[in-house]
């Protein structure tokens, strides 16, 4: 049972599940018949003070002493573990079933959730720690970026590099798609944000970006790939 004060409690629609809120912020479960424990996790910063099924018991809604209201599916997926050599430093997942992870051993690991006792595909070509990763909508290209100062485009289906594009001056910390693939952005210690006005596919063939930085200076790289003629990025101001 709960070490904690019972705050709230709930019997499922079905009457199978007995659900319950405790005053050190989790959310505890158990059979309704015989009391085994079903599952238990951290919901709130501070007392659960309010929990609630939907009609179907597919749901339900908490409330907390941190003031938010939160929304989840029920049954809880277990959590699975994996297991790397060295930190994880970045994750990113779209659709639940795959996920992207960022190491500081140089590699990019793609993950199939399903089965996460090895990686389904690594990423290799970083220099250095790698600290950002992002997949695109319809999870056919990944990008990864870290200390080595490049964004890199990645097939996911055979894991081939694309191309990379440039533009900060050190290490980029963080990534991200738009939902159409058109547009890219990237953030490094440099203070600058960088940009990349074109499909990712055309990173391919040697497309270029644009970076600046809240003061409005512009530093930027040319987009590259082996055997492939280097183009100049276009610049923009912020």
């Known amino acids: 049972g709960s070490t904690a004060a019972v705050n709230t409690a709930v019997l499922w629609p079905t009457n199978t599940v007995l659900g319950a809120g405790t005053a050190d912020g989790k959310i505890q479960f158990w059979t ?72 500081a051993d140089k590699i990019v690991r793609l993950w199939n959730i399903t089965n996460p006792a090895a990686p389904e595909r690594q990423f290799t070509g970083h220099t250095t720690a790698v600290h950002a990763v992002a997949l695109s909508a319809d999870n056919t290209t990944l990008l990864s970026a870290g200390l080595d100062e490049l964004v890199r485009v990645w097939n996911v289906t055979n894991g081939q590099q694309l191309g990379t594009f440039g533009g900060h001056v050190g290490a980029i910390h963080s990534l991200a798609v738009s939902g159409n693939g058109q547009f890219l952005v990237s953030g490094g210690e440099d203070g600058a944000v960088g940009g990349l006005l074109e499909p990712l596919e055309h990173v391919a063939a040697g497309a270029g970006g644009v970076v600046g930085d809240a003061a409005g200076r512009h530093g930027c790289r040319r987009a590259e790939r082996p055997g492939v003629a280097r183009r100049d990025a276009r610049r923009i101001r912020p």
């Open 32 to 103: 309704a018949a015989d009391a085994k424990p079903l599952a238990s996790l951290p919901a709130h910063i501070g007392g659960v003070t309010g929990l609630a099924s939907n009609a179907g018991g597919t749901g339900f809604s908490t409330v907390g002493a941190d003031g938010l209201l939160r929304n989840w599916v029920y049954p809880i997926n277990a959590a699975k573990t994996l297991t790397h050599p060295e930190r994880v430093l970045a994750a990113s997942t779209l659709d639940g079933k795959r996920t992207a992870t960022a190491s």
